[in-house]
Structures are given as C-alpha cells and as structure tokens.
C-alpha cells in the first residue's frame, strides 16, 4: 500500500502459478478490464523515482542488477541500487553545504558582525579539502567498477597455428573457434564469457600476427592488435620455435604452448608470468586460469569509495572536482568561492536525479524490462 509500495503507489500484485498458457490466460483476462494496460519497460521504476521512492543512480544500479551475470556484478548492482552512490553525494553535499555556509555568512555579516572574513574563507576551503579526499579516491578507484561492469579483457593473441582458438576452446569448455592447421583461419576477433571467482572475464580469440599479403587477413590482424592494445591482459601464445615475448601497452602473459609435443626441459630459466601449457592434456591450464582469476580480482576487487560505474557518474564527480579545485585557487573572492561550491553541489544533485536529469531519463529508464 502506499506510500511504502515500491512505487509510493497503491499496488496488488496477482501469483500465477502454472504454465505458459495459464499466465497468458491470466494476461488475457486482465487486459479485457477497462482501464487496465500493459507496463511499458521500467514504468514501475520510473513511477518510483518520480513518487521519490528512489534516486536516478538507484534506478541505473537497478538496471545493471537485472543485467548481472556474475556474483560480484550483483554485488556492486545491489549496491549501488540500495543508495550507496546517493548517500556518498549527500555526505560530500553536505561538507559543502558547511562551507557554503561559512563562505555565505563572510559575504553576509563579517562587516556588521564582527566575523573574521579570512578566517571563515579558510575554515571553509578546509571542508572542501577533505571533500576533494574523498572525490578523487570515487575517480581514482572508478576503472575497478567500470571494469567489473563490462568484464574484464583477456586476448589471446600471437603468430598463427601457436594454439590461440585451440587454448579458446579449452577455456570456454566449448567449440566456439575453427581449429585447422591452415594458417589465417581465424580473422574477425572471437568473443567468450567467462565466470571467475564470481568476476566478469571476456576472452577474444584473434587473428595471428604475421606479415601477409591478403588484404583480408591484414584486416583481422591490425583488428587484432587494436583488441591487444586495448585489453587488461594478453595471453601471448607461441610455440618451440616463436618468440617468447611481446610489447603491448598492457598487461602480457606469455605462454608456451604445445608442450605435450616439446616439454621444456626442467631446469630450464622460467621467467615470472611465464606459463607452459598443452591444451591437448589440459597440463598448466588450471595454473593459467588461477593466474588471470588473481588479475581479473586484483582489478576489480571493492573499495572503500562508493561505485562510479557509468561514464555519467564520473562525469558528475569531475564537474565537482573542478569546481572545487576552483574554489580553492588562491586570490579568489568570496562571491566566486562561493558560486564554485554552488556548481560542485549541482552537478552531484543531477548524479542523483535532483535538478536538469531530463536528457538521460528515457534512456536509463528503457533499459529495464517490463515489470521493473
């Protein structure tokens, strides 16, 4: 009932139990009662944020929750649904509510009162630099969520017929790559999820590395080093015979491969991040998944600061940041001081759906499903 429904409305909600057919007679039954029509997607969550009963940045952490597909996306959806990034923009906005308030009553009273205008000025800049504290560290640790959000990037890139799509399939549990001895095989980047340790890890098998002449497998090799460049990690691959090493701007992983057919020899130098594999065996490759799961984990593990997951939400904390880096620029009067702390405060009320949120409305809302 409202106001404590999850819409601040009068609701009733009907338990149908049975099959298709029955809950298509149920919908067919209710559609024929005048005045009844079908929610349109995340109605019930749009009626709740207008009714007050949640904020625009609960109603994006509710989106990622009905998109979650690993525990620890879950667990940041949840959060971020339950109002942690709410309660993070009222804590900061209130830090500078105070000092706003001392900036505004230096401009107001420290004529007539007696009150040390300097001194206001300095007791405030001193809230907005624990503020600034507490910005920065959401923006410092904001690739962890977005990172978590998306998935974490593994490539598996190196020369052709190393084992790239064979270690795939391996991977995914599953044939989702050609194998052929025939070199170039693979040409558009190949994509799998993976579920480690409750972390979102895409795997991309691509084209092998080689000087061709086919404009084609040019293509998927240039595409293949872009996807390498931009990874959080690159499984380079080679055999007995290939190079043992790679620069990417990132994260690397070499990997011997094939080693069923040529093992190392024991007392061979092992360099650290070095793994030795047979997919045919299934040798070395529980070592190389523990060894990205620790990655994966280690960039997308939580932090103290609440979660910036959208680009909007960083967007919103940058805005602040420089406002305040502003205000607190030195030689500034009190009048500017004071319209810094008012921008910084702003653009943490559009975050959380208080002021100027018109534009990006429809399109967080559309992304819920009907019933949400």
Known sequence: MAPASFTGEDLAEIGVTGGRAVVAAMVSALGGIEGLRPA????????????????LSAAEGL?????????????????IAGGALRRECHEIRAALLEAMTMVEAALDFSDGEGLDERFLLIEALAAVAVTKVRICGALDNSSKSSRLREGFSVVIAGPPNVGKSTLMNVLSGRDVAITSPVPGTTRDPIEVFLDLRGYPVVVVDTAGIRSSVDPIEREGIERAKRRAEAADLVLWLH???????????TTVYTVRTKIDAAPRMADAAREQRNFDISAKTGSGIKE??????????????????????????????????????????????????????RRAASALDRLIGRVGVEEVLSQIFSRLCVGK
Not at 63 to 79: C, K, P, Y
Not at 239 to 249: A, K, L, N, Q, R
């Open 40 to 55: 349109e997607p995340g109605e019930f969550s749009w009626r709740a944020f207008v009714n007050g009963r949640m904020d």
């Open 63 to 79: 989106a990622d929750l009905v998109d979650a597909e690993t525990e620890a996306q879950r667990e940041q959806a949840l959060r």
């Open 239 to 249: 055999d007995t015979d290939g190079p043992e090493s790679v620069s990417f701007g």
């Open 288 to 341: 190389l998944l523990a060894a990205i799961g620790d990655l994966a984990e280690e960039r997308m593990s939580g932090s103290e600061f609440a979660p910036l997951p959208l680009e909007r939400h960083k967007w919103a904390f940058k805005e602040a940041l420089a406002a305040l880096d502003s205000a607190a620029s030195s030689d500034r009067d009190l009048e500017l001081v004071a319209e810094d702390l």
